[in-house]
């Protein structure tokens, strides 16, 4: 998910975005992240596949479309009621959860993680918290898809911007980044697009 507020400075805590959902937040464009949508055109998702941070849900329900075991997690009940409402009304198996990202292992574990744009708003020591319950949250072999605002992203408006040096810091232990590739996010709102990075990385201990 995505935050238009004023960025977060790094040592603040992570908004709530529930209020966020009287609305339409920017980051619910009513379909998958283009980006995203196309590593599942290209086969990319495989085995019991997680939309972190999911929002409304639609990257879990292109996952259970293709008929993958399909699960999200947000920390907001009423986007995680939508979530429920568009699976009921695609006829779509999906499990969504409410709970904090930060308690995602608790949950069970997963061959394939998609991020869209909830990284970016994590502060640091949330972001070091949270790349050790993901790599607790993916099987060993597993692979993790981050799409999230990057420096390129001009001006200081909404979330946090990422540099390549933030996610390899984050994705070390345990883990290959082996691929960070510029990306395009859409938003419903503020503004048409914005710049991100596209980052493949696959969990490469044991446990």
């Given at each position: ?160 911007r990422v540099t390549q040096d933030e996610i390899r ?39």
């Amino acid at each position: 998910m995505t935050d238009t507020s004023a960025a977060q400075p790094a040592g603040e805590p992570r908004h709530d975005f529930d209020a966020m959902y009287d609305g339409t937040p920017p980051w619910e464009i009513g379909r998958p992240q283009p980006a995203l949508a196309a590593v599942a055109a290209a086969n990319g998702l495989h085995g019991r596949v997680l939309d972190v941070g999911c929002g409304t849900g639609e990257h879990a329900l292109m996952a259970a479309a293709a008929g993958l075991t399909a699960t999200g997690i947000d920390a907001s009940p009423t986007a995680i009621g939508l979530a429920r409402a568009k699976a009921a009304a695609r006829g779509l198996a999906a499990t969504f959860i409410v709970d904090d990202v930060l308690h995602l292992a608790e949950h069970g574990r997963w061959d394939t993680v998609l991020d869209s744009a909830l990284f970016h708003t994590l502060s640091d020591a949330d972001r070091i918290t949270y790349g050790q319950v993901a790599r607790a949250a993916v099987v060993p072999g597993g692979t993790y898809y981050l799409l999230c605002f990057s420096e390129r992203e001009p001006g200081d408006w909404g979330p946090r911007r990422v540099t390549q040096d933030e996610i390899r810091a984050v994705f070390d232990d345990g883990w290959t980044v082996e691929r960070i590739a510029p990306a395009v996010l859409e938003m419903s709102s503020v503004k048409d697009t914005a710049q991100g990075w596209l980052a493949t990385i696959h969990r490469t201990d044991v446990d």
